[in-house]
C-alpha cells in the first residue's frame, strides 16, 4: 500500500507542473495578443490627425466643385454647360473612385470607417 501512496505523490507534483506550465503559456499569449492590439491602437491614433487634415480636403474640394457647378450654371452657354457635365461627372464621381479603390486595397483588420 504504501508503494501506490509513493505512485500518486510522485504524480501530483508533475500534474501541477503541467498546469503551471499552461497557465503560463496561456498568458504569455495573452500578453502577447494585448501587446498587437496596443501597437495597433498607436498607429490608428497616429492616424487620425491625417484622417482630419483628409476630411478637410474632402470638404474644400466638394464645396469648390459645388462653387464652380455654380459659376458654370450662371454663363450660360454650351461650353459652360459642357464643362460642367464633365465636372458632374467627373468631379463628384472621382471621391466615391478614390475611397472605393482605397477600400478595395486596405486589409480588413486595418480598415477604417468614417462619414462626412
Same mark, same amino acid.
Given at each position: 500500500?504504501?508503494?501506490?501512496?509513493?505512485?500518486? /505523490?510522485?504524480?501530483?507534483? #508533475? @500534474?501541477?507542473?503541467? %498546469?503551471?506550465?499552461?497557465? *503560463?503559456? $496561456?498568458?504569455?499569449? =495573452?500578453?502577447?495578443?494585448?501587446?498587437?492590439?496596443?501597437? /495597433?491602437?498607436?498607429?490608428? #491614433? @497616429?492616424?487620425?490627425? %491625417?484622417?482630419?487634415?483628409? *476630411?478637410? $480636403?474632402?470638404?474644400? =474640394?466638394?464645396?469648390?466643385?459645388?462653387?464652380?457647378?455654380?459659376?458654370?450654371?450662371?454663363?450660360?452657354?454650351?461650353?459652360?454647360?459642357?464643362?460642367?457635365?464633365?465636372?458632374?461627372?467627373?468631379?463628384?464621381?472621382?471621391?466615391?473612385?478614390?475611397?472605393?479603390?482605397?477600400?478595395?486595397?486596405?486589409?480588413?483588420?486595418?480598415?477604417?470607417?468614417?462619414?462626412?
Amino acid at each position: 500500500m504504501d508503494n501506490n501512496l509513493q505512485k500518486q /505523490k510522485t504524480k501530483e507534483p #508533475a @500534474a501541477k507542473n503541467t %498546469v503551471v506550465r499552461y497557465e *503560463k503559456e $496561456s498568458l504569455d499569449k =495573452l500578453t502577447a495578443g494585448v501587446e498587437r492590439l496596443c501597437m /495597433k491602437a498607436d498607429r490608428i #491614433a @497616429a492616424l487620425l490627425p %491625417v484622417i482630419d487634415e483628409i *476630411k478637410a $480636403s474632402i470638404e474644400e =474640394l466638394s464645396g469648390n466643385i459645388m462653387y464652380l457647378d455654380r459659376r458654370l450654371k450662371q454663363m450660360h452657354n454650351p461650353i459652360a454647360e459642357e464643362m460642367r457635365q464633365y465636372l458632374q461627372k467627373y468631379g463628384t464621381g472621382l471621391l466615391d473612385k478614390v475611397l472605393e479603390e482605397q477600400e478595395k486595397n486596405t486589409p480588413e483588420g486595418e480598415k477604417i470607417n468614417f462619414y462626412i
